[in-house]
């Protein structure tokens, strides 16, 4: 069953906004790292049902435009457009080869697997892939599966009590995105509801 992993918020100032939101909410927020490949850094908020927020920035334009991720031509995008908030939310599953053969098999484009990784303030390396479906009549949500281990931060106490309780995203066919995730309207860990927007909220 999918999960939801976390929930992305670009920002042209990651740390100053990640600080709002958490003074606003009473909410733990660290310094995630840089994803040395794509000229982006980010921000996080980890929450108790295994989700995190991820505030993201650019500290390399030059490298983010030439990326080839949809989610880094996503934030570059929004930015471009002076555009800040929530774009973008991962699904995250343990079973990506099987999604990859089920987009084959019911001729679903997508984009991936596309390797992640960055380098933790304590200089230990976090491994990902990411898998896009794609669908031209909306902005689908991506899949992320990671390496060895979760991605919690090593200190328990900087995972926040509350939780990611419900995402409400911009689904247009409810019917083909469940055959596109192969699940039930409920996620593993949150609610799935549909909205003109993407937005979420935490209890």
């Known amino acids: 069953m999918l999960a939801i992993d976390h929930i992305v918020i670009v920002s042209d100032n990651p740390a100053q906004a990640a600080d709002k939101f958490g003074k606003k909410h009473n909410v733990t927020v660290i310094q995630g790292g840089k994803h040395s490949n794509w000229g982006t850094y980010n921000y996080l908020a980890y929450f108790s049902n295994d989700s995190y927020i991820e505030w993201i920035g650019i500290f390399d334009k030059k490298m983010a435009v030439q990326s080839e991720n949809p989610l880094i031509k996503q934030v570059v995008n929004a930015l471009d457009d002076n555009m800040e908030g929530p774009i973008q939310y991962a699904l995250r599953t ?3 080869d099987k999604y990859i053969n089920h987009f084959h098999k019911s001729a679903i484009p997508f984009t991936g ?8 303030p304590n200089g230990s390396m976090l491994e990902w892939r990411m898998l896009f479906p794609e669908d031209v009549s909306e902005q689908l949500p991506f899949l992320i599966e990671w390496g060895n281990g979760k991605n919690i931060p090593e200190d328990n106490r900087l995972i926040n009590k509350q939780q990611i309780h419900t995402i409400s995203a911009a689904i247009n066919n409810f019917t ?3 055959d596109i995730y192969q699940i039930d309207p409920q996620l593993a860990n ?7 927007k993407l937005a979420f909220s935490i209890n």
Do not use: N, T
């Open 190 to 196: 949150a609610r799935l509801s549909v909205s003109d």
């Open 94 to 96: 343990d079973k990506m």
């Open 113 to 120: 697997p596309i390797p992640g990784s960055r380098k933790k």
């Open 176 to 178: 083909k995105f469940k």
